[in-house]
C-alpha cells in the first residue's frame, strides 16, 4: 500500500518560534494532500488542502499567515507553524490519497507539537 | 455541509461482537469509510462502502443503507489489541474543494476488556 512520511513526530519548542512539518509521499505522487490537527480524545479537523503547484484551501477559521503550507513537489508537502504559541500545541497529521480506484486515505505518523 | 454523527464510547470484552454507528448528513455522498487509530498513532483505513449492504474483511466487516443514511463497523472476535478510536468519513462532493476532502465524525473509543 501507498505510504506517507512525516516529520518530526514530536517538537517541543519555545513560544514565538516556527516550526516546519514535513509530508512526503514515498511510492506514489500526491497532486493533493491534506493536513488535519487533532486535540486529545477528539476528532481529525481538517485545517487545509495542500495542492501541487498552486496556493492552498484553508477552512474557515484557519490563519493561512499562521499555518504556511507549500506544495513544491508531487510528493512533498510542508506545513509551517509560524510564531507558534502554546495554543497551537497539538496533533498534527498529513494525508493524501492514492489516485487509484477508492476512497482510501494514508495518514503520516503525525507530529505531536508542544509550544512551551 | 458534512455532518457524522457517533456513539462516543464502546466497551466490549475478548471474544465479542461490538457495532459501532454513524449516521451522517451530507449534501452530496460518495461512500462510507471507516478508519481506526490507536492512541498517540495515525488513522489506518479499515473499510469504505458505496452502495448498500455489508462489506466483509476478516473480523471487521462495515454496513451501509443509504436510504438510512446510515452505517456501521462490525468488530468481531474482539480482541484487546482493537483498542481504539475508530471514526467513520465521508468526502466532500466535487466543487467544495479543490482535492474533494474528507469530514470524520467525533470518532468511537472503543475499549476491550479481558
Known amino acids: 500500500g501507498a505510504v506517507v512520511s512525516q516529520h518530526p513526530s514530536w517538537v517541543i519548542c519555545k513560544s514565538g518560534t516556527s516550526v516546519k512539518i514535513e509530508c512526503r509521499s514515498l511510492?506514489?505522487?500526491?497532486?493533493?494532500m491534506f493536513w488535519y490537527r487533532q486535540f486529545p480524545k477528539q476528532s481529525l479537523m481538517l485545517m487545509a488542502t495542500?495542492?501541487?503547484?498552486?496556493?492552498?484551501?484553508?477552512e474557515q477559521g484557519v490563519e493561512k499567515d499562521k499555518f504556511l503550507i507549500n506544495h513544491a513537489s508531487l510528493t512533498l508537502s510542508t506545513l509551517t507553524v509560524t510564531s507558534a504559541h502554546p495554543e497551537d500545541s497539538s496533533f498534527y497529521i498529513c494525508?493524501?490519497?492514492?489516485?487509484?480506484?477508492?476512497?482510501?486515505?494514508?495518514f503520516g505518523s503525525g507530529t505531536q507539537l508542544s509550544v512551551l | 455541509g458534512q455532518s457524522l454523527e457517533q456513539p462516543s464510547e464502546v466497551t466490549a470484552v475478548e471474544g465479542a461482537i461490538v457495532q459501532i454507528n454513524c449516521t451522517y448528513q451530507?449534501?452530496?455522498?460518495?461512500?462510507l469509510s471507516w478508519y481506526q487509530q490507536h492512541d498517540g498513532g495515525a488513522p489506518t483505513f479499515l473499510s469504505y462502502?458505496?452502495?448498500?449492504g455489508l462489506e466483509e474483511t476478516g473480523r471487521f466487516s462495515s454496513f451501509l443503507s443509504r436510504s438510512d443514511s446510515y452505517g456501521y463497523l462490525l468488530l468481531q472476535e474482539l480482541q484487546m489489541k482493537d483498542s481504539a478510536s475508530y471514526f467513520c468519513?465521508?468526502?466532500?462532493?466535487?466543487?467544495?474543494?479543490?482535492?474533494?476532502?474528507?469530514?470524520f465524525g467525533p470518532g468511537t473509543r472503543l475499549s476491550v476488556l479481558p
Open positions: 495542500s495542492n501541487e503547484g498552486s496556493k492552498a484551501t484553508y
Open positions: 494525508s493524501a490519497r492514492d489516485m487509484g480506484p477508492g476512497e482510501k486515505l494514508f
Open positions: 468519513a465521508v468526502r466532500d462532493p466535487p466543487g467544495d474543494n479543490y482535492g474533494q476532502n474528507f469530514v
Open positions: 462502502n458505496a452502495l448498500d
Open positions: 511510492d506514489f505522487q500526491a497532486t493533493t
Open positions: 451530507t449534501s452530496g455522498f460518495y461512500g
